[in-house]
């Protein structure tokens, strides 16, 4: 188990979303504010966590005929328990991102940690992926949120102290893209995000064989 080397593919060289481009649906539909992309990406995180736990402490005797049947057992269960949390403690949270909250059930990003991560490796392993996969998931959506946010209606923090809250008016109001807030302002940001990341590892990479 290498934490180094789990923590930057989880940030970057494998990241879920920039790099091997899962999770695309919840990614452009709720990051249009701060609040729905912390909150998604928390959730994420920890079903994430805990159904690699689960399926790698269970991965020797599930049948291989039926592995994907169980791993979606256990990531319903969480889900599940997540919601429930979320609609008791956060309703507001749980009211914006809507249908998205049960959706991560056939989330990509889950069910292909659990198929090429955990259930074949330890549990101490499979948490930590679990981790540092759900933190370039959050950063991720988070980058997303805060910049269509602000290009889209010049805030930042829209619905944290409140369901109501229009969060902290940064630009004036005729200033702002409001095409940002809708689906082809995410594909844009999207795009430009996956373009810097795959920038960046092409440069890296091409600076480690040239030495």
């Known amino acids: 188990m290498n934490l180094k080397k789990q923590f930057i593919e989880g940030l970057l060289t494998q990241n879920p979303v920039l790099v091997q481009v899962l999770g695309m649906c919840s990614t452009m539909a709720i990051t249009t504010s701060f609040f ?3 909150g998604m990406g928390v959730a994420v995180l920890v079903i994430l966590t805990l159904s690699n736990v689960i399926i790698s402490a269970i991965r020797k005797i ?5 592995r994907i049947a169980m791993f979606i057992v256990v990531i319903a269960g969480f889900v599940t328990m997540v919601d429930l949390l979320i609609q ?6 749980s009211s914006s991102l809507g249908v998205f909250i049960p959706l991560i059930v056939v989330n990509c990003i889950i069910l292909g940690r659990a198929e090429s991560f955990s259930y074949k490796n330890g549990i101490a392993a499979s948490f930590f992926d679990g981790i540092f996969q759900g933190i370039g998931y959050t950063v991720v959506l988070m980058a997303m949120c805060i910049i269509r946010e ?10 944290l102290l409140g369901p109501d809250a229009k969060g902290i008016q940064i630009l004036p109001s005729q200033f702002p893209a409001g095409m940002m807030t809708m689906p082809v302002g995410g594909f844009l940001v999207l795009g430009v995000l996956i373009a810097a990341m795959q920038w960046a590892l092409n440069k890296s990479k091409n600076k480690e064989e040239s030495k």
Do not use: E, Q, S, Y
Request: glycine share 20%; aromatic share 12%.
């Open 62 to 66: 599930i049948p291989d005929k039926i």
């Open 36 to 38: 729905n992309g912390l």
């Open 88 to 93: 008791a403690f956060v309703p507001a949270l």
């Open 150 to 159: 602000f290009l889209g209606a010049g805030t930042f923090g829209a619905g």
